[in-house]
């Protein structure tokens, strides 16, 4: 890339991420002391504000770079990314987002703790949430550094790892200093400026086609190499068994997913009642859905334009192809356009990762603080001294998500946001319904439903292709392969639904049906919600 390029587009990074810092040290000024202040933005938010700032938490860097990245390399089987993130906010929206702004009142275990044992539900729920989270914010760090990797001119390692820090640190003074609220509208900007971005991209791209959606198909599965064969399934999944069961497993994985990420299930508790949390979703829907139809247009266009073998010798997993693309719409690299367009992209991409990073380390140390610590310390401690362990949680998990996007940097971002979804599905969401829906389900049903489709989730991500065995892997010279699958889920979520199950059937404690009918009737009305 070019001096120019670099310039330009350093120059909206920092214009960025300077009005986030303002917009952080102004929320900072207000009373920031309160556990709900701090977690949930003294829940003054608007449906519509929410809305945005759920698409702004939802469409992360896995959904702009990597979807378009792997369309641009598979073609059709890289649609599937986009048609599941879209479809499991149906989920969301009939079985979840009323219901959960109901029971809880700033993380996931408030809702199962409602009715159950609270020590054990909370360290089993707490424990769950912070690894998701942290896989999620792994996808994050992989995008950052291959984004500014590209616009630096270089792939070097260093360059991508003082990324990864330089992120970490960013989001660490987000959510400390500013809580849910400075992360509310730092989410919010994001999701305006990364959707004017994408339709700015995606007119372009219909306007060099002259608006035939065919003629662009055509070019794309004409460049690819692979005919026909690009616009059809299968070149992704359906080569083997293996293949095959990974698609299931996948799609599994996203629409089930969504229900159980922390940091999604924490934005229901920002608005004041259940038909506002209602009413987000429908904004959010509204917002991602427009979003994720671009996408597919942004990869066949990256795909047509670009080429894969370009985007893939940018980038072995395609997580550069939007920003290469736009600097072919804006007419090429060393042209004023291609430089204005190429650094609007990337300004906009990266903003995203720091909006979605926020997001989620804020969810992840409210577990720790309101889940893990409020369940471990000894009684008698200051109640307010909650925030303040939110705060340290927020700087170790950023140091851990540091470390692992360090290790997993050249792994495409939307399958590691697919391994994290696959996580939440399997442990989160069936504690999530058994809870709300299962009369007779008990405190040992609910913890064994929480570790077992957690570990086996985790131990099966490490037993598999990804971590070792083949090429592309982390440890591309080790080999303790032993499980087939890229993704879990095909697994990990029935064993996760079967362990709650068999922990309420061996339990020997009665269930509380009058906690049960309380929590019912709380869930669908909202009377005595928080």
């Given at each position: 890339m070019t001096t120019d390029h670099q310039t330009t587009a350093l120059l909206l990074f920092s214009a960025f991420v300077a009005v986030t810092l303002g917009i952080t040290t102004w929320v900072s000024r207000h009373r920031q002391g309160s556990a709900e202040e701090f977690y949930a933005g003294g829940r003054l938010f608007s449906p519509l504000e929410n809305g945005y700032a759920i698409a702004g938490d939802y469409m992360s860097a896995a959904s702009f770079l990597g979807i378009s990245g792997l369309i641009a390399?598979?073609?059709?089987?890289?649609?599937?990314?986009?048609?599941?993130?879209?479809?499991?906010?149906?989920?969301?929206?009939?079985?979840?987002?009323?219901?959960?702004?109901?029971?809880?009142?700033?993380?996931?275990?408030?809702?199962?703790?409602?009715?159950?044992?609270?020590?054990?539900?909370?360290?089993?729920?707490?424990?769950?949430?912070?690894?998701?989270?942290?896989?999620?914010?792994?996808?994050?760090?992989?995008?950052?550094?291959?984004?500014?990797?590209?616009?630096?001119?270089?792939?070097?390692?260093?360059?991508?790892?003082?990324?990864?820090?330089?992120?970490?640190?960013?989001?660490?003074?987000?959510?400390?200093?500013?809580?849910?609220?400075?992360?509310?509208?730092?989410?919010?900007?994001?999701?305006?400026?990364?959707?004017?971005?994408?339709?700015?991209?995606?007119?372009?791209?219909?306007?060099?086609?002259?608006?035939?959606?065919?003629?662009?198909?055509?070019?794309?599965?004409?460049?690819?190499?692979?005919?026909?064969?690009?616009?059809?399934?299968?070149?992704?999944?359906?080569?083997?068994?293996?293949?095959?069961?990974?698609?299931?497993?996948?799609?599994?994985?996203?629409?089930?997913?969504?229900?159980?990420?922390?940091?999604?299930?924490?934005?229901?508790?920002?608005?004041?009642?259940?038909?506002?949390?209602?009413?987000?979703?429908?904004?959010?829907?509204?917002?991602?859905?427009?979003?994720?139809?671009?996408?597919?247009?942004?990869?066949?266009?990256?795909?047509?334009?670009?080429?894969?073998?370009?985007?893939?010798?940018?980038?072995?997993?395609?997580?550069?192809?939007?920003?290469?693309?736009?600097?072919?719409?804006?007419?090429?690299?060393?042209?004023?356009?291609?430089?204005?367009?190429?650094?609007?992209?990337?300004?906009?991409?990266?903003?995203?990762?720091?909006?979605?990073?926020?997001?989620?380390?804020?969810?992840?140390?409210?577990?720790?603080?309101?889940?893990?610590?409020?369940?471990?310390?000894?009684?008698?401690?200051?109640?307010?001294?909650e925030v303040a362990v939110a705060r340290v949680a927020a700087v170790g998990i950023g140091v851990v998500a540091i470390a692992l996007g360090l290790l997993a940097r050249d792994l495409n971002v939307a399958f590691l946001v697919g391994l994290a979804f696959a996580v939440a599905a399997s442990a989160n969401l069936p504690v999530l319904l058994y809870s709300l829906f299962w009369r007779g389900f008990t405190t040992r049903g609910a913890v064994w439903s929480v570790y077992g489709g957690l570990i086996p989730a985790v131990v099966l991500v490490l037993l598999s292709p990804v971590v070792s065995g083949s090429p592309d892997s982390l440890f591309p010279e080790a080999d303790f392969q032993l499980f087939p699958l890229q993704n879990p889920g095909l697994v990990s979520i029935p064993l996760g639904f079967l362990a709650g199950w068999l922990g309420t059937f061996t339990s020997p404690e009665v269930p509380d049906e009058a906690r049960h009918a309380e929590t019912e009737v709380r869930s669908l009305t909202g009377a005595g919600a928080a």
């Open positions: 390399l598979v073609g059709y089987d890289g649609m599937l990314y986009s048609v599941g993130f879209l479809v499991a906010w149906l989920v969301v929206l009939f079985l979840v987002a009323e219901l959960v702004r109901n029971c809880g009142r700033f993380t996931l275990a408030d809702v199962v703790a409602a009715r159950m044992r609270e020590r054990p539900v909370r360290i089993a729920a707490g424990t769950s949430s912070v690894t998701v989270s942290v896989l999620y914010l792994v996808a994050q760090m992989v995008g950052a550094g291959s984004l500014v990797a590209l616009l630096l001119g270089g792939t070097g390692e260093a360059v991508q790892a003082w990324t990864v820090v330089g992120v970490g640190a960013l989001m660490v003074i987000y959510v400390s200093l500013g809580g849910m609220r400075a992360t509310t509208w730092i989410q919010i900007v994001k999701a305006v400026l990364l959707l004017g971005g994408t339709i700015t991209l995606t007119v372009l791209v219909l306007l060099r086609f002259h608006g035939d959606v065919n003629r662009l198909l055509h070019t794309a599965a004409e460049r690819s190499g692979h005919g026909d064969a690009f616009l059809a399934p299968g070149l992704a999944y359906g080569g083997d068994w293996t293949a095959r069961f990974d698609f299931i497993s996948l799609g599994l994985a996203l629409v089930l997913g969504t229900a159980g990420l922390p940091h999604i299930l924490s934005r229901f508790y920002t608005v004041p009642t259940a038909r506002a949390a209602r009413r987000s979703v429908v904004w959010a829907i509204g917002l991602i859905g427009g979003f994720y139809l671009m996408t597919i247009v942004l990869g066949f266009g990256a795909a047509a334009l670009i080429g894969p073998d370009a985007v893939r010798a940018s980038h072995a997993s395609g997580n550069t192809a939007v920003p290469l693309l736009a600097l072919d719409l804006g007419g090429g690299a060393g042209t004023t356009g291609g430089t204005v367009l190429f650094a609007v992209v990337a300004a906009v991409a990266f903003a995203t990762i720091l909006a979605v990073v926020a997001g989620i380390t804020l969810a992840s140390s409210a577990s720790v603080a309101h889940d893990l610590y409020a369940s471990l310390r000894r009684p008698g401690g200051k109640p307010r001294s």
